[in-house]
């Protein structure tokens, strides 16, 4: 929220002393030497930035590290267990047809956010675009557009899909789904909006730091901006029009995600302890050092704490079924009501906190415009994240799913939640489903598949959907197979 953009000398001597008065007039050190273009559009950069609400943000996030506090009655948080049989169990059936009935109706709409800069895996675009099958390399979103289309074609509605992107990748992601026929879905029904940016900060005084003599360097505002970015963008009216009263969010790094899933969909809608609010999937922490935010009860409501955050001792304790007692791991799937979303959005005490990241950010020098290539992290990143808004939901609920079944980020090149380890498990699943339906699946010694394989959405959203499917009798050793 910032005010119009500087036009006229005397606006801009009063945007310098306003900047000085915040340390940070260094923004403007090459405006006399810039085109016209180049300076307007610095202004309106400028004028884009709550310069009122810089100077906290840089004592809280930067001169200090906010530190962590843990709270008092902090207990894990309870969940609905991935077997429904198990003891206190609950009808799924039930939920699966509730769930059916409101996507048959039109009332639930798919959400991705798409807008992060995908650092880690060091791929050139936007994230989407990445050739995530494992025998196909489809792109990350033609595989939700599949899953979207079967989807669609099983409960006879349209599903809306909203794509949040951000400044930095919104032209190529736009350009990306044309240039691919938008995979098949009706481009009516595909809404793209971009999110909000923070300026990135100077890592030792929380100087804005400048990408080039006329740009302050941005990153995009976290997962968390999109709260604000639905309604901004006009989604959320555009949600309200079509009738959207759900809404299925899911990252764009996860190519096993279930996009819209009807028994998640009905346990939030309709689950007696859930408002209908907001409502996330976990799925059990493999080990208590695995990086995954952990569902807790804080404060007496449901909040995820960073796996840094939580105390080892915590981290390592185990109930008396042996299982971690701080299990339930987020993998950032939840179910938003669409009432939600507004509501937050007309509440003026609603802001999320931020959260800082150490990053390496390209600049250039405010003092000589050289650009300056930082061998170790020189900035400071604020972002949002979206489960922080847990806390303002009125009886949020946390469902159980099995990892297998639907977690496989591309977050790295290599090693841990990479491309490679996602085209591991998209063999595993597919291997466990194929051999349900009775196909043979060549094994290795340790018991994992010997080929590689991936499913298409299209062919089979859940095992059942590939009884009676045209299926070979065996795969072999060394086999690669797209189905
Ligand atoms: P990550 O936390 O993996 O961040 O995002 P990232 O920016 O994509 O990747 P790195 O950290 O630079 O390697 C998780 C999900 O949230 C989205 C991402 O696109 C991804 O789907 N996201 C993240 C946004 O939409 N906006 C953001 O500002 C940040």
């Excluded at 939700?144 to 992601?173: Q, V």
């Excluded at 990153?219 to 809404?247: C, F, I, Q, Y």
């Excluded at 990241?357 to 900035?379: Q, R």
């Amino acid at each position: 929220m910032g005010s119009t953009a500087t036009t006229t000398t005397a606006d801009l001597a009063s945007l310098r002393a306003r900047l000085a008065e915040i340390g940070q007039d260094h923004v403007l050190n090459f405006i006399d030497r810039l085109d016209d273009a180049r300076r307007g559009a610095l202004l309106t950069q400028i004028a884009a930035i709550d310069l009122a609400g810089l100077p906290k943000l840089v004592d809280e996030y930067v001169k200090k590290k906010p530190g962590f506090v843990l709270a008092p009655d902090l207990a894990p948080a309870p969940f609905y267990a991935h077997d429904h049989r198990a003891e206190g169990g609950w009808d799924r059936a039930t939920y699966k047809k509730a769930g059916e009935a409101l996507i048959g109706a039109g009332k639930v709409a798919a959400f991705v956010v798409a807008g992060g800069q995908g650092s880690r895996l060091g791929y050139e675009g936007p994230k989407g675009c990445f050739p995530g099958g494992a025998v196909s390399k489809k792109p990350l979103f033609a595989i939700f557009a599949e899953g979207l289309l079967a989807t669609e074609r099983r409960y006879g509605k349209a599903i809306p899909w909203y794509i949040m992107t951000s400044p930095l990748n919104h032209e190529a992601t736009v350009a990306f789904f044309k240039d691919h026929h938008f995979f098949g879905l009706r481009p009516q029904d595909v809404m793209f909006f971009s999110q909000g940016v923070m300026p990135s900060l100077d890592i030792r005084d929380g100087r804005m730091l400048m990408a080039s003599t006329s740009e302050i360097a941005t990153n995009p505002d976290g997962h968390g901006g999109s709260l604000k970015a639905l309604a901004v963008s006009g989604a959320l009216a555009d949600m309200k029009k079509r009738g959207v009263e759900h809404l299925s969010y899911f990252q764009v790094d996860n190519p096993l995600v279930r996009v819209v899933d009807p028994v998640f969909i009905g346990l939030h809608a309709a689950a007696a302890d859930s408002s209908g609010e907001m409502s996330s999937k976990m799925i059990p922490k493999a080990y208590p050092e695995e990086k995954l935010g952990v569902f807790c009860m804080a404060n007496k409501k449901l909040d995820v704490i960073e796996y840094s955050d939580l105390p080892a001792d915590l981290s390592k304790e185990r109930g008396t079924d042996g299982r971690l007692k701080f299990l339930a791991g987020s993998i950032a799937i939840h179910v938003i009501g669409v009432s939600f979303i507004e509501k937050l959005n007309h509440d003026p005490a609603f802001s999320l906190p931020y959260h800082r990241a150490e990053k390496k950010i390209a600049c250039v020098d405010p003092a000589t415009g050289e650009a300056i290539a930082p061998a170790s992290n020189n900035g400071v990143k604020l972002e949002r994240f979206v489960f922080d808004a847990l806390a303002f939901a009125r009886k949020p609920i946390v469902y159980e799913t099995d990892r297998l079944e639907e977690f496989a980020p591309i977050k790295n090149a290599t090693g841990v939640d990479s491309v490679e380890s996602c085209a591991q498990l998209q063999t595993a699943r597919a291997a466990k489903w194929l051999e349900a339906a009775g196909v043979k699946i060549a094994r290795k010694a340790d018991g994992t598949p010997d080929c590689v394989l991936e499913l298409s959405p299209l062919t089979a959203l859940e095992p059942v959907d590939l009884v009676g499917k045209h299926l070979p009798k065996q795969i072999e050793a060394g086999a690669r197979l797209a189905l």
